[in-house]
């Protein structure tokens, strides 16, 4: 730095450290109210958007396309995803249809119940869902019932069925057409289970005329739900969450239950990433704090630095966070980090004064003129600091990546009020309490240099050559640094509502990783849909159109030939009943006459004669009255469902097909907006964690149709913006830190000694993600310009102590500018090192990076610095 502008900054912050020592009390009871004050405002009104949505600038085009189709279809967004699964097709079906009634019912919970597939309206076409062939086998598997119906029409009860069975072996000889087989062996089942005291109705609709959809016949169930959410809170999916599994618990669905529910989906990811960040955070920030304060212990050795620079530190904290919540008011998922980064950087300043200041009084000087000396000496270099980390951090701002954008904003204008705490607070706690005098580092300083400085100095030029050379190799890596543009990698992947996505991206035939397409009318949707079809990557599809009833033709006749015979046999009136308890016993004494072999239909009907003889056995033993209410329960388990579904299937012939105009409403506006717009989704036909296949399907499907959106498009615009500000964000730092520098120092040469060893520390760094595949990503791809910030620090003061106070012998390493700089690198790797362990991938990766950073930024520092000044001491400074 120019002499005169450095002793300009020197004296007038010496001058401020005398009034900051005059006025002590004055001073520190200001700093402390009012981050006392910061805090409580910050407390009461610094909220935390969990919308992954605002994370980038709403004006990118692929913004805007989300942001139409959320406008046009709002019940797509913020939703929770509900599986289950259960042991068979019944049992999840109807669990599903129990839990589907009962979270609609929960109206100031959930805006919307969708269950693809399911449902009343589904139901009632279930039939015209059925393909031709399928419809046909029904149609026949009904007509070779209609002698059982019409006899059980006739009689109506459970002697019903047991004399038509009865009639049927005793006619044949044998079971005779498979319609009888199926009988008897569901009501050998049934009467089975009734003697064990375990009952099982007999399921009339599956056995002789179920239309079940593919839907039904599915042992895995979708919901889709969407919750109120209020994103001013913490945690905006939890009280839903917490509602479904309560609701599902209480009807039998959940964990240890036979019927499993798992959680996922967009609001349910957001939720437990949160957790995962904030529980995460916390623990980093507590962690940071206590490693901080035994390196300060060990490094300082002084009880008073210790102390003073925790105030210090904890003030400026809540002074940042008062200013977060005054200028943004809501931190987002990259913003939430900044306490961590904040405590990390922050206690630079509070080192380097601190052991200036603490040299100074080793060498006996006064605690006045020490603290002036101090502000004067390294006063003038913590403000170059503070302006480079803050353009580090500012860099980001005008960037389309909002939420580091924010982050910037906040960490940038932290340094500043590190810097005027440290230059405000510091002094005015030493001027009271001063550290004492021991020249403890006066000796330290002034002994003859070590093995690794006397290496230093003596083939300075050599290591220069070897670091170069190693940077130059470790480029060569450069090509091979990759984005991680899959968000999913960002999230704990033992968490369920990952695990529960990855399960369905893996296994289901509609998987959520997709894209939408928005067409204008249907003509367009068909156009488009016609033009995607014929795409390379695409497998297939989908619009409102899939949802309605194909070959309605060739199915009418059916189903009006099912409804004729359905009316004939409804038209027969029922007679008088003979007794259940004869009917048992005529059955089983029927099935005794016949002949006894090993075919299977001989086998089925011993084993209906055991469950008739066990089932009479536990009858007799009853008394009268007993028996009499026995009867009438084995009557309703044998022909109680019958009626139902009778019933149920006259409902079902009698429905016209559905068609776009008939389409229930709820299910419609699904598909086709109220405006008119046509939702259709594209589904890829390779897989898209890919990068080039998923580049290749966005790519295809972009270059038919104009507005295209969801997950793919999303993370890749959105990754590719994250890369474009982090270019800009580097490139932007690197030139207004190098012309600040130029302005300041006034001398290329150490310029360029202060930027090296940086940039060869972000090639190394860059070098390293490669070898340890720690690809950039949407949380740590602040590192390198962040690095910038933080690196330039080190040459600032290494530089600035060998302009201005250059140790006799010119060993650098053994000053107290070595030592802050080392001492302020452990704090800073102690903070971000916390991040590494974090449980969510994202804050670990950026934890790992900006540990590697921070220790390869300071190694290239001491080594290539010290090396190179030692070379240069003797040569003339430019002008």
Same mark, same amino acid.
């Given at each position: 730095m120019n002499a005169s502008i450095e002793q300009r900054i020197g004296f007038a912050l010496a001058n401020w450290t005398d009034r900051m020592a005059r006025h002590a009390v004055w001073v520190i009871l200001f700093f402390l109210l009012l981050a006392g004050a910061s805090l409580h405002y910050a407390v009461h009104h610094l909220g935390i958007n969990t919308d992954n949505s605002e994370m980038l600038d709403e004006s990118l085009p692929f913004r805007q396309t989300l942001k139409l189709y959320q406008q046009a279809f709002p019940q797509q967004s913020n939703n929770l995803l509900l599986v289950i699964d259960g042991p068979d097709a019944d049992a999840s079906y109807a669990a599903t249809q129990r839990l589907s009634q009962r979270?609609?019912?929960?109206?100031?919970?959930?805006?919307?119940?969708?269950? $693809?597939?399911?449902?009343?309206?589904?139901?009632?076409?279930a039939l015209y869902y059925l393909t031709v062939d399928e419809l046909s086998q029904r149609a026949d598997r009904f007509s070779e019932s209609t002698p059982l119906l019409s006899y059980l029409q006739r009689h109506p009860s459970a002697q019903g069925l047991l004399g038509s069975l009865q009639n049927a072996v005793a006619t044949t000889g044998d079971e005779g057409a498979a319609e009888t087989q199926r009988i008897i062996?569901?009501?050998?089942?049934?009467?089975?289970?009734?003697?064990?005291?375990?009952?099982?109705?007999?399921?009339?609709?599956?056995?002789?005329?179920?239309?079940?959809?593919?839907?039904?016949?599915?042992?895995?169930?979708?919901?889709?739900?969407?919750?109120?959410?209020?994103?001013?809170?913490?945690?905006?999916?939890?009280?839903a969450i917490r509602t479904i599994r309560a609701e599902s618990h209480d009807l039998g669905i959940g964990e240890g239950q036979?019927?499993?529910l798992r959680v996922t989906g967009g609001a349910a990811l957001a939720y437990e990433e949160l957790k995962s960040v904030s529980q995460g955070m916390g623990i980093a920030a507590l962690m940071s704090l206590l490693i901080v304060v035994a390196l300060l212990w060990v490094g300082t050795g002084s009880f008073r630095i210790l102390l003073y620079s925790m105030i210090s530190l904890l003030a400026g904290l809540c002074l940042t966070a008062g200013f977060a919540a005054l200028s943004i008011g809501s931190l987002n998922l990259i913003s939430v980090a900044f306490a961590v980064l904040y405590i990390g950087l922050g206690i630079d300043f509070a080192i380097h004064y601190s052991l200036r200041y603490s040299e100074f009084r080793d060498r006996e000087m006064d605690n006045i003129g020490a603290l002036r000396e101090a502000s004067r000496d390294v006063g003038s270099a913590l403000v170059i600091c503070a302006l480079s980390t803050a353009i580090g951090f500012y860099a980001f701002i005008p960037t389309d990546f909002v939420g580091v954008s924010e982050l910037g904003l906040i960490s940038g204008t932290?340094?500043?009020?590190?810097?005027?705490?440290?230059?405000?607070?510091?002094?005015?706690?030493?001027?009271?309490? $001063?550290?004492?005098?021991?020249?403890?580092?006066?000796?330290?300083?002034?002994?003859?240099?070590?093995?690794?400085?006397?290496g230093i100095r003596q083939y300075g030029q050599s290591i220069t050559v070897w670091i170069f050379i190693i940077g130059a190799i470790a480029s060569y890596t450069l090509v091979h640094a990759r984005f991680d543009y899959d968000v999913l990698n960002l999230r704990d992947q033992e968490s369920e509502s990952v695990a529960t996505y990855r399960d369905l991206l893996a296994t289901s035939e509609t998987p959520p990783w997709r894209l939408t397409v928005l067409a204008e009318s249907a003509d367009q949707a068909n156009e488009y849909r016609t033009r995607l079809e014929a795409l390379p990557s695409v497998q297939k599809v989908i619009d409102v159109q899939d949802l309605l009833p194909r070959e309605i033709e060739s199915k009418q006749d059916l189903l009006t030939k099912m409804r004729d015979q359905l009316s004939d046999i409804r038209a027969i009136e029922a007679t008088g009943e003979t007794s259940t308890m004869e009917a048992l016993r005529g059955l089983s004494k029927?099935?005794?006459?016949?002949?006894q072999s090993d075919r299977d239909q001989d086998k089925s009907q011993r084993a209906l004669q055991d469950a008739l003889e066990a089932v009479i056995q536990k009858l007799e033993a009853m008394s009268a009255e007993e028996q009499k209410k026995a009867l009438a329960e084995l009557d309703a388990l044998l022909v109680g469902a019958l009626a139902p579904a009778l019933d149920k299937l006259q409902k079902n012939l009698e429905q016209n097909p559905a068609s776009l105009d008939t389409l229930p409403l709820d299910i419609r506006k699904r598909w086709v907006s109220e405006s008119g717009i046509w939702r259709l989704m594209v589904f890829a036909k390779n897989d898209l964690s890919d990068i080039q296949e998923l580049r290749r399907f966005v790519n295809e499907v972009s270059g038919q149709v104009p507005r295209v959106t969801d997950l793919p498009i999303i993370n890749l615009a959105s990754g590719e913006a994250a890369v474009k500000a982090f270019q800009q964000a580097f490139l932007t730092a690197l030139i207004l830190i190098t012309l600040l520098l130029l302005i300041l120092l006034r001398s290329l040469r150490d310029t360029l000694?202060?930027?090296?060893?940086?940039?060869?520390?972000?090639?190394?760094?860059?070098?390293?993600?490669?070898?340890?595949?720690?690809?950039?990503?949407?949380?740590?791809?602040?590192?390198?310009?962040?690095?910038?910030?933080?690196?330039?620090?080190?040459?600032?003061?290494?530089?600035?102590r060998a302009r201005t106070a250059m140790p006799a012998d010119g060993n650098l390493l053994h000053t107290s500018t070595s030592r802050a700089v080392i001492l302020s690198a452990l704090t800073t790797v102690a903070s971000f090192g916390n991040l590494a362990f974090s449980s969510h991938p994202g804050t670990a990766s950026m934890g790992q990076?900006?540990?590697?950073?921070?220790?390869?930024?300071?190694?290239?520092?001491?080594?290539?610095? $010290?090396?190179?000044?030692?070379?240069?001491?003797?040569?003339?400074?430019?002008?």
């Open positions: 979270l609609s019912e929960l109206k100031d919970d959930f805006r919307t119940v969708y269950w $693809p597939g399911g449902g009343a309206f589904f139901e009632d076409q062996a569901a009501t050998t089942l049934s009467l089975r289970a009734y003697a064990q005291d375990e009952p099982q109705p007999l399921d009339w609709q599956k056995l002789l005329f179920a239309a079940d959809t593919s839907q039904q016949s599915q042992s895995r169930q979708l919901l889709i739900v969407q919750p109120e959410l209020d994103f001013s809170n913490l945690f905006a999916a939890g009280t036979p019927i499993t932290g340094m500043f009020i590190s810097l005027v705490v440290s230059l405000s607070l510091l002094p005015a706690l030493f001027s009271l309490s $001063p550290v004492r005098m021991t020249g403890r580092l006066h000796r330290k300083v002034s002994h003859e240099p070590g093995p690794v400085a006397r029927g099935l005794d006459i016949q002949e000694l202060v930027l090296i060893p940086l940039l060869l520390a972000a090639v190394l760094t860059t070098a390293a993600s490669v070898l340890l595949d720690i690809p950039f990503n949407f949380a740590n791809i602040i590192t390198l310009p962040l690095l910038l910030g933080i690196g330039v620090d080190n040459g600032i003061h290494m530089v600035s990076l900006l540990t590697i950073g921070v220790l390869v930024t300071m190694a290239c520092t001491l080594l290539v610095l $010290p090396a190179v000044l030692g070379q240069r001491q003797s040569m003339p400074r430019e002008a």
